[in-house]
C-alpha cells in the first residue's frame, strides 16, 4: 500500500472519530425542510440557548449547506411587529455567472494584441 492511500486512510479515520454528536439530531430534524430557526435546533438538540451552542451548530449547518438569515416568518406569529429572529435556510438556487460577469477582470491584451 502506497504512503498516500495509507495517509488518506488515516485522515478519514480521524474525521470519523471527530463527527459531533448534534450532527445525526440536526441532520432528522432538518430533513425536509426549507428553513428553520436557531432557536428551534437548539430545542430540538435540547441545549440551552448560548453563544457557544449557537456557533457549534452553525458549524453544523454549515457542513450541511445551509446559510444563515435572519426573518420574521421564523417567529410564532411573526408578521406583526419588529421582531427578527435568526435561522437557517437551504439555497433556493445556485448561482450561475452572466453574460455581464463572466468577462469580469480580463481587463488587458487579448490574442490580437489590443486592449479590450
Known sequence: MSLLKRLEEACAELDAQYQDPWRK??????????????????????????????????????????????SRRLM?????????????ARPVRTIKSSPTTSNAGRAGPNLQGMIQ
Open 25 to 70: 439530531k440536526v441532520e432528522a430534524e432538518v430533513r425536509g425542510k426549507d428553513a428553520i430557526s436557531t432557536a428551534a435546533l437548539l430545542d430540538a438538540v435540547r441545549v440551552p440557548a448560548s453563544t457557544g451552542n449557537a456557533r457549534r451548530l452553525a458549524a453544523i449547518m454549515r457542513d450541511l449547506h445551509f446559510i444563515p438569515i435572519k
Open 76 to 88: 410564532p406569529g411573526g408578521r406583526a411587529g419588529n421582531t427578527v429572529t435568526r435561522g437557517w
